[in-house]
């Protein structure tokens, strides 16, 4: 649930049902007067300062934005009166719903699931009961089951609409996909009883679906970017594992075991290793249905014990050689822990962390000198921070990305935002430094005449800030098409610097177009 929820809640009522203690039953002049109890007519739901679990959700705050309902209208003090009983029952469905709300909030699964169809259940259960309280014609009470049946009814659509989800059903899709690349490369062939050998084919193909995933568009819903972040995670454990085994595949063969007694227990382990990787494959991706990552860690915590107490007598080469193996085990233990992936917030919620924070950092500086490049380009006072924009993009090399796609995208466009800069630039001096002579061929003259009109097209690309449907986007767009259909109408005549040069002029001008892109495609986090 989110701040709209709580925030309507605790517009309805003042304070919380308190099991009648605060009733006057004719007690004596040493017990403290009844303190006022605030109107029925604001509503069933108390002040939610008494429940600290809502604290943790921060992320509710965009409830608020899907489901708003008007504040009640101010009410006049009105003298203690004792509980309604239907007042009492909505104080009951107030409880149910402050234990329902974050789990509806934070769900990130699909229909289907039992732990939907479980919400579900519980939040037409309570709207059933709410529809059934007998307000006996009361206004305040009427008042009071309305606001609380709006809030139900919000949650279900909430839970039903984030459930459906275009993006959401993309996310599905391409981990369906994912699935079916690592069934038919590893895990198949692993039940089968083989070996599976894994190629650059695979790697490069769960590669793209990564990066397909990291496109997918959560429109800053909390559910979303859990179901994006989950999907993530589980593919790059895979593409670290998969990886792992193509490394393997390249190292020399086990220690013979004529060469100490505890070779051959450690050359089992290998096997067992193998085995634990495809099974551990299987695990993150869905496709198996009998073993679980709690069981997998336990197998492979007690292989390391086991390793562990082998004795090795100082042979350097077979101590080696366990630490290897010692080392795979470490690196699949590492992974079982995605079984709860993404129930942290500052995981999924990537505004929150360092590296983005670095990159925002950066791009807020970059912003800021093209607002001073634009504003001063073709005075006297032009300015060419090239210095700087080259410590940025150090900078950005150094952010630490910790293997995330999200924040390797993040950090590639603010990359491509310094390089589009820089090449604005670059571009401004060669026009400044040309000069041009009575020997030099048309078709040359002629790409620089539109390198002349891109650097200007460029300049209003830096400075856009529109969306695709507008119209200034279209034009410029237009335009860069043109300047590209002039240059493909440029005939060399055979001179290798004007093919050349032309050749340069269209990659300069489909950079812009891909810059233009960018920056007008809503990507996020």
Known sequence: MCANVFGVLKSLFGKPFDGGKRMDHG??????APQPQPHPSQGPFPQYSQYPQYAQYPQYHQYHQYYQYPPPPPQ??????P??????????????VASL???VCTFSGLQDEREYKRLERELARLQTDVDGLDTEGRGELQAARKRAAQELEGLLRYLEENARHPSRLAIEELSREARRLVDEGVVAPQRAGGAPEIGDELVDALQAVVLRLTQVKTEGRVPLRKARYRALTRLCAVQAVVEGRTRQQTLSLPLSGDTHASVHRVNQAMVEVSVARSQLVALLMGLSGRDSCAHLSRVLTELLVELDALDVSGNAAVRNYRKQVVEEINGLLKHLDLEVEGDDTRRYDLAQNDSIREIEAVRGHVSHLRGEV????GSRDEIR????LQSLLT????????KNPCIREARRRAVLEVQALVTFLDLREALARRQTGPGEPPAHRAVWLVLGSLSELQAQVLGFGGKRADKSYILLEELLTKQLLA?????????????AARKQAVKFAQNILGYLDLKTDEWEY
Do not use: F, I, N
Request: proline content about 12%.
């Open 76 to 81: 006049q003090p009105q003298p203690y009166q």
């Open 83 to 96: 509980q309604h009983p239907t007042m009492t029952r909505l104080y009951e469905v107030q409880r149910e």
């Open 395 to 402: 900078h950005l090399d150094q952010v630490d990305t910790a």
């Open 27 to 32: 007690g004596s002049q040493g017990q403290p």
């Open 385 to 388: 921070p090239k210095a700087e």
């Open 101 to 103: 709300g974050p789990q």
């Open 374 to 377: 634009l504003r001063y380009a």
């Open 487 to 499: 240059l493909d109408a440029v005939d060399p005549q055979g001179d290798e610097s004007t093919k």
